[in-house]
């Protein structure tokens, strides 16, 4: 679970329904709301282990929008958070609206177009060593 110190600066990220809505591929590959995401520079200063639950927390509620099952351990992580962190705005869109579910899947495909980007790159700089 968080350490104190990173429970206590998220229960301070309370939810704003003025909030604005934020598409990020990388590292978390999805829709955000500015009033429940912690600035770059804040995640950088988290312990290690709790950069994980965080970006694993973004993922769950992925699961959850997109009505898939939880594995035991995502159930018990998402639900221990949610009573440790319960002003935390992260657990108030959980039946998102149409728009939200359709950014999602838009936000998917960029990071798999991205990655293939990534991937022909790295065969056209393997391609171009071989001559």
Do not use: C
Request: proline content about 4%.
């Amino acid at each position: 679970m968080f350490s104190k110190s990173t429970r206590k600066f998220l229960s301070g990220l309370r939810y704003d329904a003025k909030a604005k809505e934020e598409l990020n591929i990388l590292p978390f590959g999805g829709v955000f709301w500015a009033d429940e995401m912690p600035h770059i520079h804040d995640i950088v200063k988290m312990p290690e282990k709790d950069r994980q639950q965080l970006l694993r927390l973004f993922y769950i509620r992925q699961k959850i929008w997109k009505a898939e099952n939880l594995s035991a351990r995502e159930f018990v992580e998402w639900n221990i958070t949610r009573v440790q962190i319960p002003t935390w705005s992260l657990f108030h869109r959980l039946v998102p609206r149409k728009k939200y579910l359709e950014a999602q899947v838009e936000a998917e495909k960029k990071i798999e177009l991205e990655f293939e980007a990534l991937g022909n790159d790295d065969e056209i700089g393997s391609s171009e060593q071989q001559e």
